[in-house]
């Protein structure tokens, strides 16, 4: 069974940046699709990024221009790279894993907060 955990979640201002880790144990990780999702408090969880095992990623319009996602095959790791957050940024961060590109996500980690201070 896959294991994620997140990393590098903290509090920021306005403008700041943030980089999020999430390292996966229990699958064959290259072949695997990945993502992140997040959750504000009261509001339903949102897609906020996926790439597929080859690098192909998807954005949120939300975050287009300001994320990253990016991955390490060596390192069984996906990164979220976040720039000039803003205060509507904050959520708890979740990665989330599916058996290969295109399959249905089937798990998530426990999540990492990120809190942008205005």
């Known amino acids: 069974q896959v294991r994620l955990v997140e990393s590098g979640g903290g509090s920021v201002q306005a403008g700041g940046s943030l980089r999020l880790s999430c390292a996966a144990s229990?699958?064959?990780?290259?072949?695997?699709?990945m993502g992140w999702d997040r959750q504000a408090p009261g509001k339903l969880r949102e897609l906020v990024a996926t790439i597929t095992s080859g690098g192909n990623t998807g954005y949120a319009d939300s975050v287009k221009g300001r994320f990253t996602i990016s991955r390490d095959n060596a390192k069984n790791t996906v990164y979220l790279q976040m720039n000039s957050l803003k205060p509507e940024d904050t959520a708890v961060y979740s990665c989330k894993w599916a058996s290969r590109d295109y399959a249905p996500f089937s798990s998530w980690g426990q999540g990492t907060q990120v809190t942008v201070s205005s």
């Open positions: 229990g699958s064959s990780f290259s072949i695997n699709a």
